[in-house]
């Protein structure tokens, strides 16, 4: 999702520690946001032998603030394909936009802030499967990777334009571990990698200043969108195990929620 920014300053603000910011000040705009409204999507996508399943679905409660959703994918080979070869995939994707409509009474310059608090859990794991080498194969390969990625986006829409004021990419989380091994000429090569952006999580602010015409209609919209990857390959072997890459944004301590807005 990429958004453009127009004449308006844009400012992120990361905070990890959950209590550094304390109560909201008065006069801002709390939950219930009974005028917002929410569009969700959830897919998955199976290649081979794999699953996916969107576990709990985007959603969003107007009443508390609090929206997410989790899924789970996997992948395993094929029993018939042990010992030849091929590949299993299984993608799990969701996506929450979040949209409020904001009171701008005078036009001119004002100042938009929307708290936001973001936390998740994303699990993955490899199969730790033994690669075997078909014994008629004068060389072999076994590789696997799990994955789980996602953005947080924020943004102002003029709604009388139909243009972006403001956008921002408040928060981008990606945890990802893979796996190989091949042989050949009676040598076995071995390579494993995983790294975690996993840090953008706590109380996130988005300040957008710029000038407003009172006389338009502004929308404060929040985008979540994650993907779960599961994903085995074998050539010429036997490989018995299975990939698992998950996303918690849907039970209680791990969800997107909007604390609160203000505009001045």
Same mark, same amino acid.
């Given at each position: ?6 004449? *308006?300053?844009? *400012? ?15 006069? +801002? ?9 929410? +569009? ?24 508390? /603030? *609090? /929206? ?10 094929? $029993?018939? #394909?042990?010992? &030849? /070869? ?14 409020? $409509?904001?009171?701008?009474?005078? %036009?001119?310059?004002?100042?938009? +802030?929307?708290?936001? %608090?973001?936390?998740?859990?994303? $699990? ?22 799990a994955e789980v990625e996602g953005d947080l986006w924020g943004? &102002?829409? @003029? !709604?009388?334009?139909?243009?972006? #004021? ?7 989380? @990606? ?21 975690? &952006?996993?840090? $953008? ?17 502004? *929308? ?6 994650? @993907?779960?990857?599961a994903w085995i390959s074998t050539s010429h072997a036997t490989?018995?195990?299975?990939? +698992? ?9 791990? !969800? ?9």
């Amino acid at each position: 999702m990429v958004l453009a920014g127009v004449a *308006v300053t844009v *400012v992120i603000l990361l905070m990890l520690a959950p209590g550094g910011w304390g109560a909201s000040p008065k006069g +801002v705009l709390k939950a219930p946001y009974s005028s917002s409204s929410a +569009v969700a999507s959830n897919s998955t996508t199976i290649l081979g032998c794999a699953g996916a399943k969107n576990l709990a679905g985007a959603g969003w409660n107007a009443s508390t /603030g *609090v /929206g997410g959703f989790s899924e789970k994918a996997r992948a395993w080979v094929c $029993p018939r #394909l042990q010992g &030849i /070869g091929g590949a299993s995939s299984g993608v799990a994707s969701s996506s929450l936009v979040i949209s409020l $409509p904001l009171s701008i009474s005078t %036009s001119g310059k004002h100042a938009v +802030v929307a708290h936001w %608090s973001l936390a998740m859990t994303l $699990p993955v794991f490899l199969s730790n499967g033994t690669c075997v080498v078909n014994a008629t194969a004068k060389s072999a390969a076994c590789a696997e990777y799990a994955e789980v990625e996602g953005d947080l986006w924020g943004a &102002i829409f @003029d !709604q009388t334009t139909a243009t972006y #004021l403001a956008s921002a990419h408040l928060a981008y989380f @990606d945890n990802y571990t893979l796996g190989s091994n091949s042989h050949s000429s009676g040598k076995w090569y071995n390579q494993s990698y995983s790294y975690c &952006i996993c840090s $953008p999580q706590g109380r996130i602010a988005f300040h957008a200043n710029g000038s407003f015409n009172a006389s338009h209609t502004y *929308v404060l919209t929040g985008y979540l969108e994650a @993907d779960a990857t599961a994903w085995i390959s074998t050539s010429h072997a036997t490989f018995f195990g299975t990939v +698992v890459a998950a996303a918690n944004i849907a039970t209680r301590g791990n !969800q997107l929620v909007l604390l609160w807005v203000s505009v001045t």
